[in-house]
């Protein structure tokens, strides 16, 4: 994966399957993808299904979502949500564990330097690329919110 500017949410979209690609090829263990709501990530895409789906069948792999809510999420990603209960045992949906207003990054990381970053949403400014650096000052910057956070997206509506 080369280096790619985020200057608009097309791009992003874009952005997101590449760094996701990335990761996934590099054969990580882990993706973390951080977002208020992800309702402008590309997450109906059949493709991204079935690449996840692989790598999920490896061993030990997990893919970690943390988001204040995920209602926008089920709205406008709904083979996404429907998709996720076959995969409940390696994706863990986060939710913040204190309420009250938090600044929310557009993340996705993987465990070693695959790094898209959103620092602005209008006009859209961020950046994907292979970033050791960068990856891991993400990955400071988000770990402590992943730790106080609490499981916050059931399966099934009330738990049933």
Do not use: K, N
């Not at 949410?9 to 993706?31: K, P, S």
């Not at 709904?78 to 929310?104: C, K, Y």
Request: negative net charge; charged residues 25%; hydrophobic residues 50%.
């Amino acid at each position: 994966m080369i280096a790619i500017d985020i200057d608009s949410r097309a791009v992003f979209r874009q952005a997101v399957l590449t760094a996701l690609d990335a990761a996934i090829e590099r054969g990580a263990r882990r993706i973390v993808c951080v977002d208020r709501d992800f309702a402008d990530w590309p997450l109906e895409a059949t493709e991204l299904h079935a690449s996840l789906a692989a790598w999920l069948r490896r061993p030990q792999r997990q893919l970690v979502l943390l988001a204040a809510g995920y209602d926008p999420l089920v709205r406008t990603h709904p083979r996404f949500s429907e998709w996720r209960a076959d995969w409940m045992h390696a994706i863990d949906a986060r939710v913040p564990a204190e309420a009250g207003p938090h600044e929310w990054p557009t993340l996705l990381l993987d465990d070693g330097p695959v790094c898209l970053s959103v620092w602005q949403r209008d006009p859209w400014r961020g950046r994907a690329a292979v970033d050791a650096v960068a990856a891991h000052a993400a990955r400071d910057r988000i770990d402590a919110e992943l730790q106080r956070s609490a499981p916050g997206w059931p399966a099934r509506p009330l738990g049933l």
